[in-house]
Nanobody, 113 residues
Framework: QVQLVESGGGLVQPGGSLRLSCAASGFSIVSYLMRWYRQAPGKERELVGVIAPFGLPSNYAPSVKGRFTISRDAGKNTVYLQMNSLKPEDTAVYYC??????WGPGTQVTVSS
């Protein structure tokens, strides 16, 4: 059975960094396209980035490009979202997704001084 569990969220000051993890079970992440989404209060869920299988390039939303990086560890069957130079507008609940219907419960990221 497919399961995704995010972790690593928290409170960070503007300009800081966080690394989110998405631990997967029930399938191998190296064989699937995986996505990170986020949803801020009162806003629609937004695609943050995508990591493709088989070494194909990743893609990112313009708002995070150059600051966020998605990677994976096949041995741990885990996908990561490294977030640098964080801004208050990055505050949201971050979700891991395996298209199309598998979601984790999310992890809260708050960027505030």
């Amino acid at each position: 059975q497919v399961q995704l569990v995010e972790s690593g969220g928290g409170l960070v000051q503007p300009g800081g960094s966080l690394r989110l993890s998405c631990a997967a079970s029930g399938f191998s992440i190296v064989s699937y396209l995986m996505r990170w989404y986020r949803q801020a209060p009162g806003k629609e869920r937004e695609l943050v980035g995508v990591i493709a299988p088989f070494g194909l390039p990743s893609n990112y939303a313009p708002s995070v490009k150059g600051r966020f990086t998605i990677s994976r560890d096949a041995g741990k069957n885990t996908v990561y979202l490294q977030m640098n130079s964080l801004k208050p507008e990055d505050t949201a609940v971050y979700y891991c997704n395996r298209p199309s219907d598998f979601w984790g419960p999310g992890t809260q990221v708050t960027v505030s001084s």
